[in-house]
């Protein structure tokens, strides 16, 4: 009995060649069919690798971008990288993405003056991180107070304990300003749940603050416990120059 091959005259593609690099096809028997002329060389297989490469990167791309956007960076500092970047700590906040993993309860006190040095380091390195691929959340601290207990009225459909884990799924907390949001009624006892949820979770957390604000806080009563569980999270840099620009020059 004669295969199907053998039925046709000149065997499938004989003579053909790569459109991309010229080599000829060559001959290949199936069983079933016969003799087959296929690609002599890999182009074929490049291409669709290529074109996979070419859709990861666009999807990679879209997920850069939306946490980007979801980090909520202030517009300002949006600009800065910290490889462009000369102001105090740079060295640390590049160790400390060097050496960053998510869960391990790492994070660093950026205390000093007003100026954008610290916030604008801050963000650089949320900015790092997230081009690593993790997820990062800039906040003013107050802002995240206000979220947190937006929990309460209608707008927020999370709980309370619901909004925390919300926050506590990104692997890089920063928050700005701490200190000067206002402690009155119950926000001690929520951002002493929120703070000791976080150091339990072993969340990563940058705090920037102003030392006038911290010595104001501090005098309020029952806040030192509160306040030392933070601290216990994190490595304390001081900055000493007024402002990144100044410093400048
Ligand atoms: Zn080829």
Redesign the pocket.
Known sequence: MKTIGQLIKTPINKGRK?F????EYVAKEYSNIGIVYV?G?N?ALKKQIQEEERKQRLYNFAILKRRLKDANFPYDTLGTRLKTRTCENIEAAKEYIKNFKPRSRQGLYFVGPVGNAKTTLAVCIGKELILKGYKVKFMVFSQAIRVLQSTYGTKNPLDFMEQVKEFAKYDLLIFDDFGREAYKDRTLTDVADFVNYLYTNLNNVIITSNPEMVEKIKQIPDFQAMFDRFFQMTKRKDFRKASYRRSNG
């Open positions: 790569c991309e690099c010229g080599t690609p060389c182009c």
